[in-house]
């Protein structure tokens, strides 16, 4: 089944610094991978995503890029800002359809999440 | 829509107890997610459903853990009997196929088991 590793487990920059998580995955059948900000006490909620036909997509100082052949993907936050503190999570996510997806089709499975503190 | 709704969202049970968690998926969505998060372990994938149908639950801890999703618009989560070690945050997620977009989060239920 899919394995997603994240690293680095946590981290710790200035104000203004940029900060970079990384993972990777196991399963060739996976072709959408989202990243989740997650503040304390509140539901993890989507703030980027990219899919399998893209290398790299950008929304303000927020991109994501995707190397298929190392299946690997990265979150890159430019400019950070106190209130960037939060739990980030990748996943990926297996096709949703049977006959692509094997046995587990639609699967979203997850990294173990790196909590990035931002020092004012 | 409201979004995806858990039920209830704190817990507290004694050891031994029946526990059953509710979730309400966005309407429309095809597929579930149950999620268990704590410290030591992330957001853990116990059990997803596409159309009401359970696809891969080899997530669930033992068989003490059970879900069911007797229609689309409902689905449940069950441990019997509880254990101390079950105490985590609980989340329900649910999205739509076709555009294999993002999952939506209920907002969880805290569970603890004393």
């Known amino acids: 089944g899919e394995n997603v590793e994240q690293h680095p487990s946590t981290l710790s920059v200035q104000e203004g610094d940029s900060a970079v998580i990384k993972c990777t995955y196991s399963?060739?059948?996976?072709?959408?991978f989202p990243w989740y900000k997650q503040e304390l006490g509140k539901r993890p909620q989507l703030i980027i995503d990219?899919?399998?036909?893209?290398g790299e997509k950008k929304d303000q100082r927020i991109a994501v890029t995707l190397n298929k052949t190392a299946k690997h993907f990265s979150l890159h936050i430019t400019e950070t800002q106190p209130e960037d503190s939060a739990v980030y999570f990748c996943?990926?996510?297996?096709?949703?359809?049977?006959?692509?997806?094997?046995?587990?089709?639609?699967?979203?499975?997850f990294g173990q999440g790196t909590i990035l503190t931002v020092h004012p | 829509d409201a979004g995806v709704i858990q039920s209830p969202r704190h817990e507290v049970t004694e050891m031994g107890q029946e526990v059953t968690l509710r979730c309400k998926p966005i309407?429309?969505?095809?597929?579930l997610f149950w999620y268990r998060q704590t410290m030591m372990r992330g957001l853990e994938l116990l059990i997803y459903?596409?159309?009401?149908?359970?696809?891969?639950d080899s997530g669930m801890p033992e068989d003490r853990f059970s879900a069911k999703m007797p229609n689309a618009s409902f689905s449940t989560l069950k441990i019997q009997p509880s254990e101390p070690r079950d105490s985590a945050v609980y989340f329900c997620?649910?999205?739509?196929?076709?555009?294999?977009?993002?999952?939506?989060f209920g907002q969880g239920t805290r569970l603890t088991v004393v």
């Open positions: 997620a649910s999205s739509f196929r076709p555009l294999n977009t993002e999952a939506f």
């Open positions: 399963d060739s059948a996976s072709n959408y």
């Open positions: 990219i899919r399998s036909n893209v």
């Open positions: 996943a990926a996510r297996i096709r949703p359809s049977p006959l692509a997806g094997g046995t587990s089709y639609g699967k979203l499975t």
């Open positions: 309407s429309g969505h095809d597929y």
């Open positions: 459903f596409n159309n009401n149908v359970p696809i891969d």
